[in-house]
């Protein structure tokens, strides 16, 4: 990361900015750094001025404790700021629940757009599950146990058993456990795991809202519930695409709603 600028509790925050046109700030999900989307800042950069950023306790920027979720939203305030006062909001999963109350507390942001928010209001006990992870996720943390809560988020997002030993002997395993702490801090952002509907309700900018064809049904029941809650929402469905969406699938997309 290039650039620094510093939010309101005085922490660090570093990013990057490439490409020309209306600005857009890219939110990572639970357990990555801007460069997770990075390629898709590569994709935007020939319509879009993308922004991508380490949020805090990640990478190259700071951290500051104690946690709240209005550190975050002053964290895009800044970088708003930073970038000229004018910018949109892109969050995937987690990061998408971010920029999500950023726009319902009056951050200033032209237009917001999310992929794939992974609330549960349609799988059955999707609060009760939710409520078992935070508090699972609170003890590990709790006796320093990173790898442990590593291991939970990884079993929630559905990854079997061997596959998580797997991950376990992997080289990146121990970035994975540098930015374990982070868990907490998406876990809170995603409040009690369900469709914040009073919250959306108060967003003013348009929103779209974004699913994968081939992501679970329930992804895609979500992408649309906030579609529905937002008084100016729009709801897209790329086809073929997974949670993990491809770049040259979603920036089109993105771009089309950015510079509109």
């Not at 700030?25 to 935007?44: C, F, N, Q």
């Amino acid at each position: 990361m290039e650039k620094k600028t510093v939010s309101r509790d005085g922490t660090s925050l570093a990013y990057d900015v490439t490409g020309q046109g209306p600005a857009v700030i890219l939110v990572s999900g639970a357990m990555s750094t801007g460069g997770t989307v990075a390629p898709l800042a590569h994709r935007l950069s020939g319509q879009c001025t993308a922004v991508v950023y380490d949020r805090r306790g990640r990478g190259e920027s700071g951290d500051t404790a104690p946690y709240a979720v209005e550190r975050e939203v002053e964290d895009l305030a800044a970088l708003i700021e930073a970038v000229g006062g004018d910018a949109a909001l892109f969050g995937v999963s987690s990061g998408g629940a971010l920029v999500l109350r950023a726009a319902a507390s009056g951050v200033p942001v032209r237009r917001v757009a999310v992929y794939e928010v992974p609330y549960a209001d349609h799988l059955a006990g999707g609060a009760e599950q939710h409520a078992r992870y935070t508090e699972d996720l609170r003890e590990a943390l709790g006796a320093g146990r990173r790898g442990d809560a590593v291991e939970l988020f990884l079993r929630l997002t559905g990854l079997g058993e061997e596959m998580i030993r797997g991950a376990r002997q992997s080289p990146m395993w121990a970035g994975m456990e540098t930015i374990a702490p982070s868990l907490a801090y998406d876990n809170a952002v995603m409040g009690d795991g369900l469709v914040p509907r009073e919250l959306l309700a108060a967003i003013e900018v348009p929103v779209l809202s974004v699913g994968g064809g081939a992501s679970p049904q329930w992804m895609l029941r979500a992408a649309r519930d906030i579609a529905e809650a937002v008084p100016r929402g729009t709801f897209r469905e790329l086809e073929g695409q997974t949670h993990m969406v491809e770049p040259e699938v979603l920036g089109p997309v993105l771009a089309e709603f950015v510079t509109g």
